[in-house]
């Protein structure tokens, strides 16, 4: 599950891949000059001016990048709207495996602006309980009581599975969730059929990578 989920909650960085970057145009080879016709010597010309590079957007961004920081990554991409002004989105993701290594749950954390909140965002598979929010412990061992809901507002087969949310996480939660460093938490959700399912994942590089977002989005 590697593509980007955040802002206008999934929808606009959900859609089917991304718009490659135009190529470069190869260089046109310039024709020989014609041999001289007698054996004098030429005169010596002057020299070529040299060629002018070709300008540049002087703070132009890359239209997506990835940084890992331990388990967690920060990625962002470059929107550039019709007629609106250029955005950059970012956010950073941990992806959770099952016992073969496949992809079954990703954990997204953005903010779509320095003045906003923190959102949490988890995509799960399509054959689960939408009645039944997912359930987020930041230590495996703490009461369910203490849990972060994730209500689910989107479950897609085209975008890749069920969305649930969390809009604003409380800077508590996120000084206790970098407090726990090389340690672990539990994401717990129901499946179709009623079955809990809890996943385990690392909170190693948290704390990096919510200071690598802070730096994309300037504050």
Partial sequence: MPK???LALILPLMAAGFAPSAEAQPARAQPAAPAPAAPAPAAPSPPAPAAAPAPTPSAELPDRTQANF???L???ETQRPAGQPVA?????????????????????IGRPGRADPHRMLVQLPLELR????????IDPGAPPAEAL???FRLCSASRGGCF?????????????MRARAEAQGRLDF????????QILFSFRGFGQALDGLAREIGG
């Fill in 164 to 176: 649930g949310e969390l809009e604003a996480i409380p800077a508590p939660v996120l000084a206790r």
């Fill in 74 to 76: 920060v990625r962002c």
């Fill in 88 to 108: 950059r989105v970012c956010e950073l993701a941990i992806a959770m495996n099952d016992q073969r290594g496949q992809p079954i749950a990703q954990l997204v």
């Fill in 149 to 151: 809901i994730l209500p």
């Fill in 4 to 6: 980007p989920l955040w």
């Fill in 130 to 137: 939408v009645d039944q929010p997912a359930r987020l412990l």
């Fill in 190 to 197: 129901r499946d179709s059929a009623g079955r809990e399912i």
């Fill in 70 to 72: 331990g388990d967690w």
